[in-house]
């Protein structure tokens, strides 16, 4: 397995912030309310459990809200996104 940096929550949050991460980013624009968005290290396969996931959903009104997959680590599957629980 190859070396891994691991990053706290508020780590990743502030390296995603600054666009200085060099991580791989999908983005799912699974329906015109739901966006998935997920990072990984470059080259990680999407059923390798070292995904950080967060979902948006919007509504008509324009009200937003973003949540992260269980734990907001880098432990989830891209390929579970949409069966996981977010908060």
Known sequence: ???????????????LVMG?????????????TVTYIGYAEQGAS???SIWLIKK???DVSGDTMITWAPGAKFDQ???ERTSL???
């Open 56 to 58: 948006i959903d919007s």
């Open 46 to 48: 999407l059923g390798a």
């Open 1 to 15: 397995m190859a070396n891994r940096t691991r990053y706290s929550t508020q780590e990743a949050v502030n390296l």
């Open 77 to 79: 599957k891209w390929d």
């Open 20 to 32: 200085k991460n060099g991580l791989k980013t999908i983005i799912d624009e699974a329906s015109s």
């Open 85 to 87: 629980s977010y908060s």
